[in-house]
């Protein structure tokens, strides 16, 4: 059955496990916030930082089956940026992919903690946690 799937990555290279979360026949949004770079960058807006993310986003889009409908850069909030995306794409399911708390970085630990634990919304919230 055909699910409307939300994806949301702070990871460059998580495509093999994404992969596996989605089917041939789902729609996708893929959204990356921008948490990968300083502190100093993070509080300035930094528009690399937002552009690298586009590209992963779109990266990780082409990477993955069924339909993709749009890959974006989203807020560095977590949270806000699947408030964002669920405000033009309805899911049914949205997948969090996350590195390890070992291995983020400082923006991306302020993220993650502000992200939904279980649903949002009413639309449930997995996570999977993939090593860089």
């Known amino acids: 059955m055909a699910?409307?799937?939300?994806?949301?990555?702070?990871l460059e290279h998580g495509d093999d496990v994404l992969r596996a979360q989605v089917g041939e026949a789902d729609t996708i949004k893929v959204v990356v916030p921008v948490v990968r770079q300083g502190v100093l960058?993070?509080?300035?807006?930094?528009?690399?930082?937002f552009?690298?993310?586009?590209?992963?986003?779109?990266?990780?889009?082409?990477?993955?089956?069924?339909?993709?409908?749009?890959?974006?850069?989203?807020?560095?909030?977590?949270?806000?940026a699947i408030r964002d995306a669920l405000a033009t794409f309805p899911a049914d399911e949205i997948v969090v992919a996350v590195r390890p708390d070992e291995e983020e970085g400082l923006v991306e630990s302020i993220?993650?903690?502000?992200?939904?634990?279980?649903?949002?919304?009413?639309?449930?919230?997995?996570?999977?946690?993939?090593?860089?």
């Not at 960058?41 to 930082?49: C, K, M, V």
């Not at 919304?121 to 946690?129: D, H, N, Q």
Request: without cysteine; hydrophobic residues 40%.
């Open 3 to 10: 699910r409307k799937v939300l994806i949301v990555s702070t």
């Open 41 to 49: 960058d993070w509080l300035a807006n930094d528009q690399r930082a």
């Open 51 to 80: 552009g690298r993310a586009e590209r992963v986003a779109e990266r990780t889009a082409e990477q993955l089956p069924g339909e993709t409908v749009d890959a974006v850069a989203g807020e560095a909030n977590i949270g806000l």
């Open 111 to 132: 993220a993650t903690d502000s992200a939904p634990q279980h649903s949002l919304e009413g639309v449930p919230v997995r996570y999977v946690v993939i090593r860089d």
